[in-house]
């Protein structure tokens, strides 16, 4: 890893075996320019080990989100073509 005053510079290794990190199915290597302090705070706050554990479960989280938020907007795109009509505690349609 390299560490500027401004950037840090993230390198993920090429690596097939599991020795590296054992969740990652392939790895590729990459450079990017991340701000430390953010870094080390999504490791506080996702108890990640080391940096690169905490950039991987943070894009775990983003994935997961988006995945959830599609769901739920699949859901509710069904409930509204189902044609249900819902009312409010005085009857009154809502919607």
Do not use: P, W
Request: hydrophobic residues 40%; neutral net charge.
């Amino acid at each position: 890893m390299y560490i500027d005053v401004d950037n840090m510079y993230i390198v993920i290794y090429s690596d097939n075996s599991n020795s590296f990190m054992t969740m990652a199915s392939k790895r590729s290597h990459k450079h990017f320019q991340l701000d430390s302090a953010k870094i080390k705070r999504a490791q506080r706050v996702l108890h990640a080990k080391t940096e690169t554990e905490a950039i991987e479960r943070a894009l775990d989280f983003a994935i997961s989100e988006h995945e959830k938020n599609r769901l739920v907007q699949q859901a509710n795109e069904h409930f509204i073509k189902s044609g249900v009509e819902i009312k409010d505690v005085y009857g009154t349609l809502v919607g």
